[in-house]
């Protein structure tokens, strides 16, 4: 079964800081994709950033970065500079490439930036 | 821009009284999911639809129906809505490419619902 683990229920920095946030998963998979989401309180579920498990290279999107550990499962999130923007929930998810349909989602982690 | 849409933005309905919330995408994608969430909580999948074919997650009340009668729509019927069922709830969309598998989801707005 797939799972996705989030062990930081909540997370907070100071504004300009780095963050980062850790997801882990299971699978017995070897081509997959992994997500990282990011919701706004009462705003929409966004894509931040998505990697592709057969690519080794950590995929960035300008201030968000990841920490992608294949053989450890590990799927970090890397927020630099953070911003007041920044501050939501966060959720890590992994779905499988050429069978099912359905995202694996974490419980989410919820970032709070101190300005 | 390419889009998926969510109607009504808000909900209130009462307890036994049927509802239907609806969903249509502009993206052209051939899978959609409804979700429900809770407050603070992981989207949980309710059922998808790839292309005509419909996906029932075990753990689903029989009380949550879905329908899509075209590429772009997707409805979510409540038949009797209890009280546990006030909650967001999200559509969303995928496309599954024969090349390279299922890629990125995309999310509506969300419909909160509640049930008094």
């Known amino acids: 079964a797939q799972t996705v683990t989030q062990s930081q229920p909540e997370m907070s920095v100071q504004e300009a800081e780095t963050v980062t946030l850790s997801c882990t998963y299971d699978t017995s998979e070897s081509d997959y994709y992994l997500f990282w989401y990011k919701q706004p309180p009462s705003r929409q579920m966004i894509l931040v950033i998505r990697?592709?498990?057969?690519?080794?290279q950590n995929a960035t999107e300008n201030r968000f970065s990841v920490n992608f550990q294949k053989a450890a499962k590990s799927f970090s999130l890397k927020i630099s500079d953070s911003q007041l923007g920044d501050a939501a929930m966060y959720f890590c998810?992994?779905?499988?490439?050429?069978?099912?349909?359905?995202?694996?989602f974490g419980t989410g982690t919820s970032l709070t930036v101190i300005p | 821009d390419a889009m998926v849409i969510q109607n009504p933005r808000y909900q209130v309905t009462q307890f036994g009284k049927p509802v239907t919330l609806s969903c249509s995408q502009t993206l052209n994608h051939n899978v959609m999911y409804w979700y429900q969430q809770k407050s603070s909580q992981a989207p949980k999948l309710l059922f998808h639809y790839y292309d005509k074919d419909f996906n029932n997650e075990a753990d689903t009340p029989d009380n949550f129906q879905s329908r899509r009668p075209n590429t772009s729509f997707c409805f979510l019927d409540i038949r009797s809505p209890g009280l546990g069922d006030a909650a967001m709830y999200l559509c969303?969309?995928?496309?599954?490419?024969?090349?390279?598998?299922?890629?990125?989801?995309?999310f509506g707005p969300g419909t909160r619902l509640l049930v008094l």
């Open positions: 998810a992994y779905t499988k490439l050429n069978t099912g349909n359905q995202f694996y």
């Open positions: 990697q592709e498990a057969y690519k080794q």
């Open positions: 969303a969309t995928s496309r599954r490419n024969q090349a390279r598998g299922l890629e990125t989801q995309y």
